[in-house]
């Protein structure tokens, strides 16, 4: 890590506990790294996702290696990185499947993320999409996104309980959103792989996420359908914060607009980050990842 990074990631920690101290009157305790309270989380203080010197290592590997990344309230940000970097595990830690050996990870200023489950971590507003879509391909579209709209009922109760107007409002806002309304009652294992990736993209906003995980959206997509996923992504951005790992340097590109930052990770830990030109200008960033 360079002397800026290093500088940088101390700001940022130094800046974060004195919000955190703000925020829970001096009953912050940096030591256990757990707030007060948690449940609703709290982005007063602007950032959605801190993590803080997060280390998990497996059998002897070093999976992340003190890793320090911060996420604005409303923030696109793209992780890139070559194949082991850490960018999985690091939404594996966030998302509360894999327990780090150390560190801090919190949503807002109040929601340690580590003393919650999975199923804990998607209710307080955190919603992830794995690389292969999945729904429910006997089901049409507009099921899909039915059931997701109504996630504390089975299967059975949402597909015959009665949509109120403003659910069919949303679910009608859905559909054109994520460019699917003429495929509404299209069997959704009718579609093309490109089309599923976005039913699964409206199944997780029709549960209001804060955050969005999202792990290479665009894989197998053709380039037409990437550049409508960049144009959904950026009409998403400011509404919620999303974290987007991508391979794809054109799609990052779209998404960047030569002036949001992008953060490339490497053996663990950040490597450098800045706008697109400046990490593709950086010779550490060239020798281990573009250049290949």
């Known amino acids: 890590m360079t002397p800026d990074l290093m500088e940088a990631g101390a700001r940022q920690r130094a800046a974060f506990d004195a919000r955190q101290q703000a925020a829970h009157g001096g009953s912050f305790s940096k030591a256990s790294g757990r707030p007060v309270r948690a449940g609703v989380p709290d982005f007063a203080q602007g950032v959605a996702l801190y993590l803080d010197d997060v280390t998990v290592s497996f059998d002897g590997f070093k999976a992340l290696n003190a890793l320090s990344l911060a996420i604005n309230v409303g923030e696109l940000r793209c992780i890139i990185g070559p194949n082991g970097a850490g960018k999985t595990t690091m939404m594996d830690i966030i998302t509360g499947k894999t327990r780090p050996d150390a560190g801090r990870v919190f949503f807002g200023s109040n929601i340690d993320l580590l003393r919650l489950t999975e199923p804990e971590v998607a209710q ?169």
Not at 192 to 218: C, F, N, R, T, Y
Not at 250 to 268: A, P, S, Y
Not at 269 to 275: M, P, S
Not at 279 to 288: G, H, I, L, S
């Open 124 to 292: 307080v507003g955190i919603g992830r999409k794995f690389q292969k879509p999945t729904v429910y391909e006997q089901l049409s579209v507009l099921q899909n996104l039915e059931l997701s709209l109504r996630n504390d009922r089975g299967v059975a109760a949402s597909l015959f309980a009665r949509l109120s107007s403003t659910q069919n409002d949303r679910l009608g806002e859905l559909l054109t959103l994520i460019h699917l309304k003429t495929e509404a009652h299209r069997t959704a294992g009718l579609l093309s792989h490109g089309q599923k990736q976005w039913l699964e993209i409206g199944m997780l906003l029709a549960q209001d996420p804060k955050l969005l995980l999202l792990d290479e959206p665009v894989a197998g997509m053709t380039d037409e359908e990437t550049e409508r996923t960049a144009e959904l992504f950026l009409t998403l951005e400011g509404q919620h914060s999303l974290v987007v790992v991508e391979h794809d340097m054109k799609f990052v590109d779209q998404l960047t607009e030569g002036r949001k930052k992008v953060t490339v990770l490497h053996e663990g830990r950040v490597l450098a980050d800045g706008l697109l030109s400046e990490v593709q200008a950086n010779p550490e960033v060239v020798e281990v990842y573009l250049g290949r």
